[in-house]
């Protein structure tokens, strides 16, 4: 999957179009260009598990760090230990498929990359603190708020 980069007046604005814990960017750009009939609407439903050979949205990853960092670390853990338990807990309820155990460059899966790719959102919308220690993943007061709003998907 290519990764871009967004100048940060831009990424404003596409949190602007967001669905709060459901759109990711790509989702967001996806549904413009679905618009202007530049791409063939998609019928799957949000919070559906992927098919086995297809990527889980960096959205469900969101959702999950929010829910396990709040509910099963009160709210701060080590981000070793806390990736662990998002594998855990995704892989239990189906959402955690081949395509996503993949390994890349850096040697970790793309799921545990995409749970770091997950925390940097977070942390750009305020969810999670920027002065945490070194490799500690904490959450602000509005980062517990919106994980009690948090609704995780359905287990497959």
């Known amino acids: 999957m290519p ?4 100048d940060q007046d831009v990424f404003e604005g596409l949190q602007q179009l967001a669905k709060p814990f459901v759109d990711s960017p790509s989702m967001i750009i996806r549904r413009l260009l679905e618009d202007r009939g530049l791409l063939k609407k998609t019928t799957t439903q ?3 598990p992927p098919p086995p050979n297809a990527l889980t949205s960096q959205s469900i990853y969101e959702k999950y760090l ?44 793309k799921a ?24 500690m993943w904490e959450l602000t007061a509005e980062g517990d708020e919106a994980a009690g709003k948090v609704v995780l998907p359905k287990p497959r």
């Open 3 to 6: 990764t871009i980069r967004v």
């Open 46 to 48: 949000k919070n559906e």
């Open 66 to 109: 929010l829910a396990v960092l709040a509910k099963e670390f009160e709210g701060q853990g080590h981000k070793r230990d806390v990736t662990h338990a998002i594998v855990k807990r995704m892989m239990k309820d189906g959402f955690i498929g081949a395509a996503d155990q993949e390994l890349v460059s850096t040697g970790e899966t």
């Open 112 to 135: 545990e990359n995409t749970i770091t790719w997950a925390r940097n959102a977070l942390k750009q919308r305020g969810y999670i603190n920027r002065a945490a220690r070194r490799g």
